[in-house]
């Protein structure tokens, strides 16, 4: 018979373990909270009681309910004080010693019945269960930060775990009105193993200045949607945290990308720990809060740099496929007048045409006027030669990507453009300074990286290269911000940022399915659910294109020659196989 949970047990009211022992209080069930003194069990109760208070403040909860929902929660340093809890849900920080010890004193305190659980994110739950007498009550009930927000856990289940235990813990993370997922014990589950190669990477950034910390976050959060950036996500994770989790998972696998980047470790030492201890990569207005204040690292404006700009009037762009065109109509609806250079007069027209399409789709949506539209498709010139482009003060190429061809049209660029114009590529793979070396003007060469649909996508990749002049940059910058876009600068690497921090969680992805460790459904779900990512790794891998990936892919393993980064050979087959997804019908899924 199914296990009726009426009263549980947490210890440890961190991070996690205050958010749990909301979690189950909310949903009607007493707690037995435990900390280790009884200055812990204060603060603990402190974080309960603001917590239930925004949300009464907010009208998320009644002020009846909220007292219900404390009255349920009983405090205690007391181990002994959970011997009448059907499950006890350990949350003390990650380090194995320390669970075990405490699993092997809990054990003697419950009934013989009663399930225990731990909330490791990467530890083994097989280490800990054979800490106590009876392994197979034993289980990982691994909720995500947010506790009381995030609707997903992993149940992990050891080769010993008992079946009844682990329908039971699957049904109460239901009626908690979590999503569960079952899965084996291997460090890092399903969400930690595809996150924290991502995050790790993002650190190792910063590290080494290849971007500011503000532009890796916007990178992540304006190119893929993602609600957080990975530097702010470590800091509400923990940086002590991420650290354990990310050595214990090198220590399993000996990928050299989870090898924590050694900046973690000194800050963690310098008891940098994130939110929590009011600094990490951020600096917090104070320990616990969310709120981002300046700091010694918070960027200066172009204005307060004194950096002098070029002037932007008149634009040319050169191509005129989806990228080209969307440009285009960017800087066009931002009041620049726009000279575009297509290889035929149809193409020419065809870009035209586009553009006054899009713009009576807005005007059908009410999103603009007849006048905006004359307004903007008045700036436009159209031409089939480069020569117009002399006078203009930058020129964004799109054309196709292909060395060979954006060289000699960087060589012409280079002959017919006025001295001083800026020359850009929105080239997605290949190096920014190969069209730079090409020009006698390298320091006015630069890569603005759009992205699809430009219209629509708020960020672009500005790329500097060896060469970029500082008041280049500057002035593209300053441009991207007149177009209303986020500039994110970063260095001449592939995959620039979003790119290279992408793609190969997207390849881990497939690496754990073809392992046989999680189903494609359930690895989505993680994502999804787990880190509120907008959409799962295949369901992403399809929409992209498996074939755009794999190129992708092989374009960062041959530029980093990391290991880990060499494509997934499933990923390899599917493409051979002509699975290319959604476009071919076929990819990861079948679509209709
Ligand atoms: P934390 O450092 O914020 O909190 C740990 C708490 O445990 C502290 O309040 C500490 O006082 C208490 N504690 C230490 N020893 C204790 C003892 N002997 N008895 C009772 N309490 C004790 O850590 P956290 O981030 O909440 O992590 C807790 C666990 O949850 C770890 O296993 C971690 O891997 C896992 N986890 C963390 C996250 C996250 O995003 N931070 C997400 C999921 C799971």
């Given amino acids: 018979m199914a296990r009726d949970f009426t009263q549980v047990g947490v210890i440890g009211l961190g991070t996690m373990g205050a958010g749990i022992v909301e979690v189950f209080a909310r949903n009607g069930i007493n707690v037995v909270a435990v900390e280790a003194s009884d200055e812990a069990v204060e603060r603990g109760r402190g974080v309960l009681e603001r917590s239930t208070q925004r949300a009464l403040d907010r009208g998320k909860l009644t002020q009846e309910d909220r007292d219900a929902l404390i009255g349920r929660v009983t405090f205690t340093s007391a181990l002994a004080d959970l011997k009448d809890c059907q499950l006890v849900v350990e949350a003390v920080p990650e380090q194995l010693e320390l669970k075990r010890g405490i699993f092997s004193e809990v054990d003697k305190v419950v009934a013989d019945d009663a399930i225990l659980a731990t909330n490791t994110s990467s530890l083994s739950v097989t280490e800990i269960s054979v800490a106590t007498s009876n392994p197979k009550r034993v289980v990982g009930m691994h909720f995500f930060n947010p506790a009381p927000v995030l609707k997903f856990v992993e149940v992990i289940s050891t080769v010993v775990t008992s079946q009844d235990v682990i329908e039971d813990v699957k049904a109460l993370a239901e009626r908690l009105g979590k999503m569960p997922v079952v899965v084996g014990d291997k460090a890092g589950f399903i969400a930690n193993a ?13 590290e080494q200045k290849y971007a500011t910390r503000e532009d890796i976050d916007a990178a992540m959060r304006f190119g893929c949607g993602y609600p957080m950036g990975p530097l702010a996500l470590m800091d509400l994770i923990g940086l002590d945290t991420a650290y354990e989790i ?52 918070t960027p200066v404006s172009a204005e307060a740099a004194q950096t002098a700009l070029r002037t932007i009037a008149k634009v040319g762009v050169v191509g005129s496929g989806t990228m080209a065109t969307g440009i285009i109509e960017v800087f066009a609806k931002a009041g620049y007048d726009v000279t575009y250079v297509a290889r035929a007069d149809a193409k020419v027209e065809a870009v035209r045409a586009s553009i006054e399409k899009s713009f009576d789709k807005a005007i059908g949506r009410g999103k603009a ?104 940059t500057a002035t593209v910058q300053d441009l991207c911000a007149k177009l209303g876009k986020v500039a994110v600068t970063c260095g001449d690497r592939a995959g620039f940022i979003v790119n290279a921090l992408l793609f190969p969680y997207l390849n881990d992805a497939v690496k754990m399915l073809e392992a046989h460790y999680a189903t494609a459904d359930d690895i989505d779900t993680a994502m999804k659910t787990g880190c509120s990512l907008p959409m799962g790794p295949f369901e992403l891998l399809d929409v992209v294109g498996l074939d755009v990936s794999l190129a992708i892919e092989r374009e960062l393993y041959v530029e980093f020659r990391e290991r880990g980064f060499a494509p997934a050979p499933m990923l390899e087959h599917l493409v051979t196989a002509g699975y290319l997804g959604r476009k071919t019908g076929r990819g990861f899924r079948n679509y209709a």
């Fill in 194 to 206: 595809l996150l924290f190669g991502y995050l790790n990477h993002a650190v190792s950034m910063f």
């Fill in 246 to 297: 990310l050595d214990t998972m090198y220590k399993q696998g000996r990928d050299r990308l989870h090898a924590p980047s050694p900046i973690i470790k000194q800050m963690v030492t310098a008891g940098l720990k994130g939110r929590k201890s009011g600094k990490g990569f951020y600096t917090y207005e104070a320990p616990g809060s969310s709120k981002v204040v300046d700091d010694a690292l």
């Fill in 369 to 472: 006027t007849e006048d905006d539209k004359a307004a903007a498709v008045g700036r436009l010139t159209g031409t089939t030669s480069l020569d117009d482009l002399a006078d203009v003060d930058i020129v964004v190429e799109a054309v196709v990507e292909d060395l060979k061809v954006k060289q000699t049209l960087f060589e012409n660029l280079d002959e017919i453009c006025k001295p001083g114009a800026i020359l850009a590529t929105t080239t997605s793979s290949l190096p920014v300074i190969q069209c730079g070396a090409v020009t006698k003007r390298p320091e006015d060469v630069i890569g603005m990286h759009f992205f699809n649909p430009a219209q629509v996508m708020k960020l672009v990749e500005v790329v500097t290269t060896v060469s970029t002049a500082a008041d280049v």
